[in-house]
């Protein structure tokens, strides 16, 4: 009869600790939500003044009774720009060298893996609205707006000419001749779907109130199709990159020359300007538009989508040509290289990491022989340490100093028994 009733007793017993955990939840939330909102009450605020400013933008956007229901963008645009600043302003947490137990150190890994993983996820999601944002617009009314209306934008989206280009596409002034041999400006206005950044709007053919095609003088008349190739290849050089760059930051990559191992750091620095050169791309592909002026619609297209896949490229060559005509402190920071070989003595050799305290990213992988070399280290005194790459203890630690650039400084170092005793 007891034995029958044994399976009861267990279930009882073992249902008790999800009371309690039941009864401890409320408790939870309650220390959980003010120390969430005392942490974070910066970004809470900012976001709650976006959501009010969404609320008042979309009954402004659609407070007249005959327009269509229209979604305002910039909050959306704000609202991705604080995500923004939230991931990547986050700190990095450093990992010391020595100090730390394996309990804590794997803790500590956990959350930098968890400070990658949300980079990445805002990447991914960064590049997925930039790919639907190439067929905005598709979807987007840009027609049915009064003349009035396009006038008063800075930037505006309508069919149009422009006065002053001397681009067969974009100019109001057709090829056709009139009786005295002149190119004249045809009576209906005629063009196609451009960008217009602070031009100057003179006249609009309307049909129901509203502006159906427009001429326009001064300021910058793209193509659209223009700015959406170059978005479109902005796009795809971006879903290009990501899965390159969180292959370079997993431990299972193998480093080389071309593609190196990335730190927390370099890993963050990359991923902006993985985001920075797709944001980039339409104003480079405006630039190249009047730099290069293409003939026609064959070398237009492929001017747009090249401006866009290779907007980083582009930037690298920019940052380079910036940074050799700045101005320099008058003090250039020298370096030099270390080379030694680590030796055993009384004890088991083994495979070593030497690396500099300082910059554990300067670091070198003993050969067979135990022979290393450290590259780009900077003039000056400097400690070592050398590192087990089997169970990551540090054995040993020493000085070296680079007297002058461009020299390479001897440094062997012997680890022996006693070494392994003072740990």
């Known amino acids: 009869m007891d034995t029958d009733k044994t399976p009861g007793k267990t279930q009882t017993a073992t249902s008790q600790p999800d009371q309690l955990r039941n009864q401890d939840l409320p408790d939870r939330l309650a220390s959980f939500i003010p120390r969430q909102i005392r942490d974070n009450w910066f970004w809470i605020l900012a976001y709650s003044f976006n959501f009010v400013y969404f609320i008042v933008a979309l009954i402004h956007a659609n407070h007249g009774t005959d327009t269509p229901f229209t979604i305002p963008i910039l909050p959306g645009i704000i609202f991705t720009c604080i995500i923004f600043v939230q991931i990547y302003a986050d700190q990095i947490e450093h990992i010391p060298i020595d100090g730390l137990n394996p309990d804590d150190r794997e803790k500590l890994e956990s959350k930098r893996s968890h400070q990658r993983y949300k980079w990445m996820l805002f990447a991914y999601s960064f590049m997925l609205l930039s790919l639907m944002l190439t067929f905005y617009p598709f979807i987007n009314p840009f027609h049915d707006k009064k003349t009035e209306t396009l006038r008063n934008q800075p930037i505006a989206v309508f069919i149009g000419c422009s006065l002053d280009s001397p681009d067969k596409h974009l100019s109001c002034f057709k090829p056709r001749l009139n009786d005295e041999g002149e190119k004249h400006i045809p009576e209906k206005?005629?063009?196609?779907?451009?960008?217009?950044?602070?031009?100057?709007?003179?006249?609009?053919?309307?049909?129901?109130?509203?502006?159906?095609?427009?001429?326009?003088?001064?300021?910058?008349?793209?193509?659209?199709?223009?700015?959406?190739?170059?978005?479109?290849?902005?796009?795809?050089?971006?879903?290009?990159?990501?899965?390159?760059?969180?292959?370079?930051?997993?431990?299972?990559?193998?480093?080389?020359?071309?593609?190196?191992?990335?730190?927390?750091?370099?890993?963050?620095?990359?991923?902006?300007?993985?985001?920075?050169?797709?944001?980039?791309?339409?104003?480079?592909?405006?630039?190249?538009?009047?730099?290069?002026?293409?003939?026609?619609?064959?070398?237009?297209?492929?001017?747009?989508?090249?401006?866009?896949?290779?907007?980083?490229?582009?930037?690298?060559?920019?940052?380079?040509?910036?940074?050799?005509?700045?101005?320099?402190?008058?003090?250039?920071?020298?370096?030099?290289?270390?080379?030694?070989?680590?030796?055993?003595?009384?004890?088991?050799?083994?495979?070593?990491?030497?690396?500099?305290?300082?910059s554990p990213q300067i670091h070198s992988i003993t050969d067979e022989q135990g022979f290393y070399v450290l590259g780009n280290v900077p003039v000056g005194e400097h400690s070592i340490s050398i590192k087990s790459i089997d169970n990551e203890e540090i054995l040993k630690k020493?000085?070296?100093?680079?007297?002058?650039?461009?020299?390479?400084?001897?440094?062997?170092?012997?680890?022996?028994?006693?070494?392994s005793k003072q740990k």
């Not at 020493?398 to 070494?419: L, S, Y």
């Open 398 to 419: 020493d000085t070296v100093r680079i007297e002058r650039a461009q020299a390479i400084v001897k440094k062997n170092v012997m680890i022996a028994a006693e070494d």
């Open 189 to 358: 206005v005629v063009g196609t779907w451009v960008i217009n950044i602070g031009g100057y709007i003179n006249q609009c053919d309307e049909e129901n109130g509203n502006a159906t095609a427009c001429q326009v003088s001064d300021g910058l008349l793209i193509p659209l199709y223009f700015i959406i190739l170059a978005l479109m290849g902005g796009s795809i050089s971006l879903t290009r990159r990501l899965p390159e760059l969180q292959k370079q930051v997993s431990t299972e990559h193998i480093a080389t020359e071309q593609q190196p191992r990335l730190t927390q750091y370099e890993f963050r620095e990359y991923l902006i300007f993985q985001i920075v050169q797709f944001i980039s791309a339409p104003f480079l592909a405006i630039l190249a538009y009047y730099l290069i002026e293409p003939s026609n619609i064959t070398n237009s297209v492929a001017l747009a989508f090249t401006a866009g896949f290779a907007s980083e490229t582009i930037l690298l060559m920019v940052r380079s040509i910036a940074n050799k005509i700045t101005p320099g402190s008058g003090e250039v920071l020298q370096y030099g290289a270390v080379a030694g070989v680590i030796t055993f003595k009384d004890v088991t050799a083994r495979k070593t990491e030497v690396f500099l305290s300082e």
